[in-house]
């Protein structure tokens, strides 16, 4: 299937161009809110509008920027949006945002809002770079929603909080897995995800 | 053309974007400031209730269900006396509290009816492995006997210190005394399955893996709780009276 020029910038970080599992940007992220699926959802959500705003505004300022505090400037425009975000989630999502606590401030400092805002907002106009913020922060949220899955149904047997796995299983001796609620599984699927990722695309 | 490398372009837009930034800021901050302080007492409406035994639901809730049951709420002192002042006891920092030596500290009450009768709530403050531990504490109109409990924690280690918060570990303390035969204040020791205290002192089990979290919660009972002693014992005697 040939994609059409304008919508490779959305298109590409989902595959070959990933953020996570190709380039290894936000990986910390990844660890921190996918011990379930609930707050990996709500992260991809506020990661991906934090992206995609800041990659627009950044684009439509980026004639006016000047050189010498340019980080400064990105850096100041994405803590709003972050702040915003954070907001936001206080006033309508409040039980989400007691579990992803500390994690949408520290959005902030997700590399990949500050490699795209340098490497494509910077030197594309507003339109490519919103497709771009948009692909991008989907990229990065199926492989933290594929993670969760794993780690919530394997480390507490529920998705979404719903029972999944049956008491039965449970009476006949049936253990969640302790391991999988902490951090290290989470790279471990990460890596799992490469591993499939890698063979199936041999050209990277 | 401006020079856009020149300093006094750059200080001039460097200001003109924080102060854009920050009006923008506050203007959200102002505009959601009202829902978030409701989403926060609601929070520990939800709290001071599920230590009643009192769980909102779909077509009920919190904040109605809250109205519905808890009558009244006050402060007392340690000597078990009312404290009339503005302050309302739902907005009482019992972290702040725990601080103050027993008889300076504010001490909250909320007055839960529920259909088994009466209940008292009495907050509860302490320290967990990683950070603050806290959570509410039901006692019957006895003053003795607690009809319910329930903990929650900043951070503690998840399947470990963090299953304090579960219903399993807190169901333990239904139905168990704080005061002994002699009328002493023993509060509820958290031991390690298996074992229990010689002198038969109350005992629930601690959580296998989150000793220290469990410890935790011993030290928060026995000192949040005895500063209401004496208000405690005056229930159970206002209760004789009026038999």
């Known amino acids: ?204 | 053309m401006i020079n856009r490398q020149s300093n006094i372009y750059t200080v001039i837009y460097a200001a003109l974007l924080v102060i854009v930034v920050g009006v923008t800021l506050s203007l959200v901050y102002q505009a959601l400031r009202p829902s978030q302080v409701e989403n926060m007492a609601n929070d520990t409406r939800r709290q001071i209730l599920a230590a009643a035994r009192i769980y909102p639901t779909a077509d009920k809730p919190v904040n109605v269900l809250y109205d519905e049951h808890v009558r009244d709420s006050f402060i007392v002192n340690s000597s078990g006396k009312r404290i009339n002042d503005d302050t309302n006891p739902f907005d009482v920092n019992i972290g702040e509290q725990v601080k103050h030596p027993e008889s300076e500290r504010l001490l909250p009450v909320f007055v839960c009816s529920t259909e088994n009768g009466t209940k008292y709530i009495l907050p509860v403050y302490g320290a967990g492995l990683w950070g603050p531990i806290w959570g509410y504490v039901a006692f019957d109109d006895n003053g003795d006997t607690i009809y319910g409990a329930y903990f929650a924690h900043q951070g503690e280690t998840p399947g470990l210190g963090a299953e304090i918060e579960k219903r399993e570990f807190s169901s333990q303390f239904d139905g168990k005394n704080v005061f002994n035969a002699q009328g002493d204040f023993t509060s509820v020791l958290v031991v390690k399955a298996g074992r229990e205290p010689k002198d038969g002192t109350p005992y629930v089990n601690a959580v296998s893996g989150g000793t220290v979290t469990s410890t935790g919660v011993q030290n928060m009972l026995h000192n949040s709780l005895e500063p209401y002693t004496s208000f405690l014992k005056s229930l159970s005697h206002s209760d004789t009276e009026t038999r």
């Open chain 1, 1 to 204: 299937m040939k994609v059409p020029q304008s919508l490779i910038p959305l298109i590409n970080p989902f595959s070959k161009d990933n953020p996570v599992i190709v380039q290894i940007l936000g990986i910390c992220s990844a660890l921190a809110v996918t011990a379930k699926l609930e707050p990996a959802v709500v992260m991809t959500i506020s990661v991906t509008a934090v992206l995609a705003f800041a990659n627009v505004i950044i684009s439509a300022m980026r004639k006016t920027i000047p050189t010498a505090i340019r980080i400064i400037v990105q850096l100041v425009v994405v803590a709003a949006l972050v702040v915003i975000v954070d907001q936001v989630l206080k006033a309508y999502a409040y039980d989400v945002s007691v579990q992803l606590s500390v994690f949408i401030g520290l959005i902030i400092t997700n590399c990949i809002i500050m490699g795209r805002l340098e490497a494509f907002a910077l030197n594309n106009s507003p339109w490519p770079a919103f497709l771009d913020g948009i692909g991008n922060g989907l990229g990065y949220g199926w492989i933290l929603i594929v993670v969760a899955f794993f780690r919530e149904l394997l480390g507490s047997g529920t998705l979404w909080g719903y029972q999944i796995i049956p008491q039965w299983l449970y009476e006949h001796g049936y253990q969640n897995n302790g391991m999988m609620i902490l951090p290290p599984m989470a790279l471990i699927t990460v890596a799992c995800i490469i591993w499939v990722h890698r063979s199936r695309n041999k050209d990277i």
